[in-house]
């Protein structure tokens, strides 16, 4: 059983599956803020816009 992650049946599916998990893991940290940023400039433009 890997270490890391408990939920592992044996150590192959319990490996492809840990590193599935850091995988997605690393891709929801690097993009959500990226794509939440992203809109949150747009709805700050447009408020600005209809302050003007």
């Known amino acids: 059983m890997h270490p890391i992650c408990p939920l592992s ?5 319990g490996g492809v599956l840990c590193f599935g998990v ?4 690393l891709i929801w940290v690097v993009f959500v803020p990226i794509a ?3 809109r949150l400039e747009k709805i ?6 209809k302050k003007k």
Not at 9 to 13: E, I, L, S, V
Not at 22 to 25: C, E, I, N, S, Y
Not at 44 to 49: A, G, N, Q, V, Y
């Open 9 to 13: 049946g044996n150590a192959m599916t």
């Open 22 to 25: 850091k995988v997605f893991l």
């Open 36 to 38: 939440i940023t992203s």
């Open 44 to 49: 700050i433009k447009l408020l600005e816009d």
